[in-house]
């Protein structure tokens, strides 16, 4: 019998091959074959895991992947794009964050809990979708029941079957009103549910999830909130009334459920900075032993069991992807139990001239694309000449050199220095098409690439 992952997360990406998943990934990253590749690999064998019996699947435990190289070299967005083409819980955390003054070792734990929340939120977001309609109506109903005066007492020499259809017809005749908003001018008062958030001091040694459930537990009429009444336009009587009623259609013990097997069959956890813990008992100050830091996130990329507040969490099949740069230590410092679970290994290649290029002009959302779409909102017609382009890839390219290399992330500062008199400029030219050519970059950008102790300030 084959396992399925739950709900969307079974989806059209089923049916990718590895090389269509590369196909999908090349449209947002440029270069980094190797670590589409692995990532491909990954995603396609939790697809292959679906089809096993679940004897076998349990057995077969998610191939985790280290990624190595420089910053701005894409590590982060391949697994965040991968992430949204599998439909996959995602979450990012920083590695180092966890060595900060007053970390516990229970603190690794969030990850996993931020994970469930993120879990949680994609489900109820499609449960929402599922009953918008249904939502709409209620919300209709009530908001007529509030501009309907009361029915009048039905005589005893009227016709009832009559007299309901006369009120019927009018309810139906405020109800057009209401969606062609002819109606939106009024004003009507309503029952607002305040939120509270009563106050109160987190026990020691206690977690928060803890206190949470607890509290919740001992105290539910605390949490509920007090009622007031409110006067409103009838636009905002009905959207509050939609939010109500939809959150009133979701059955949240349903979501639960469903967002905690979502997350442990199909979440992905992304570990940066992982190289910032490798070093052995080097650490000097208050931080903590960035070796302890290691055997604390052991368990949870291993396979354990986390409570949260939805409950139970197993990691076991949850992929995890780690990354870092690796300039001062290298992935051998890891401890050598935690190595053995990252069995994938890829290095990602720094970036050049030519991929500047490539990524200012290819991706979906390209740098070039993002700020002439800008500027049109301004009404201004921005051109980038083919010239132009490869000078800002050749003066991204020197600056990295010459100072830090932060990789792609560079264009992001030569852009907005170049830009930066006509996105000031823009609502006032009288001239509203412009042309960005290899003169216009050199003036714009030269005198600062020249000047090294300059550049490493504005670039």
């Given amino acids: ?27 947002y990253v440029i270069g980094q074959t190797a ?44 697994a965040r794009r991968l992430a949204r083409l599998a439909q996959s819980p995602f979450v990012k955390v920083e590695a180092s964050k966890f060595t900060e003054v007053g970390y516990v070792g229970r603190d690794v734990e969030s990850m996993v809990r931020d994970l469930v929340e993120l879990g949680v939120d994609m489900v109820r977001a499609e449960k929402i979708e599922e009953v918008r309609g249904k939502a709409a109506q209620n919300a209709e109903d009530r908001l007529l029941d509030i501009l309907l005066p009361p029915s009048r007492p039905i005589a005893p020499d009227d016709d009832p079957i009559a007299a309901r259809d006369q009120q019927n017809q009018t309810r139906e005749r405020f109800r057009e009103q209401l969606r062609t908003g002819r109606l939106d001018a009024r ?14 001091e987190i026990i020691a040694g206690s977690s928060v999830e803890e206190v949470d459930i607890n509290l919740k537990d001992m105290l539910p009429g605390l949490f509920q909130g007090k009622t007031k009444k409110r006067k409103v336009k009838v636009p905002e009587a009905l959207e509050y009334f939609k939010q109500e009623e939809e959150q009133k259609l979701i059955d949240m013990e349903s979501v639960s459920r469903t967002a905690v097997e979502r997350v442990e069959q199909g979440g992905i956890i992304f570990i940066d900075e992982i190289d910032k813990i490798s070093g052995r008992e080097g650490s000097h100050g208050p931080d903590v032993s960035r070796e302890g830091v290691q055997r604390d996130i052991l368990p949870i990329v291993e396979g354990t069991t986390v409570n949260t507040k939805y409950g139970m969490v197993r990691t076991d099949h949850i992929l995890f992807i780690a990354a870092g740069a690796f300039h001062v230590s290298k992935p051998s410092d890891l401890i050598p139990e935690l190595q053995g679970r990252f069995p994938i290994r890829v290095e990602l290649e720094p970036l050049g001239r030519d991929e500047f290029v490539r990524i200012l002009t290819e991706p979906r959302s390209a740098l070039v694309k993002q700020y002439t779409a800008l500027m049109e909102t301004e009404g201004v017609d921005l051109t980038f000449t083919d010239d132009a382009i490869h000078r800002i890839a050749d003066f991204a390219t020197i600056v990295n050199e010459r100072t830090e290399n ?54």
């Fill in 187 to 200: 004003t009507v008062e309503i029952d607002v549910r305040e939120k509270a958030f009563p106050s109160f």
């Fill in 35 to 78: 670590a589409k590749r692995a990532v491909a690999i990954a995603l396609r064998n939790r697809m292959r895991r679906q089809k096993l019996s679940p004897e076998l699947a349990e057995e077969v435990a998610p191939k985790n992947i280290l990624m190595i190289g420089p910053t701005g070299v894409g590590k982060t967005e391949i």
């Fill in 406 to 459: 932060i990789g792609a992330r560079r264009l992001h500062t030569v852009m907005e220095k170049l830009l930066d008199e006509i996105s000031f400029e823009g609502p006032d030219l009288a001239e509203k098409t412009v042309t960005i050519d290899d003169a216009y970059v050199t003036r714009m950008l030269a005198d600062i690439v020249k000047n090294e102790d300059l550049s490493r300030y504005i670039l």
């Fill in 1 to 27: 019998m084959a396992i399925l992952l739950p709900e969307t997360t079974q989806s059209s990406t089923d049916s990718l091959t590895p090389r269509q998943i590369v196909a999908e990934l090349d449209k």
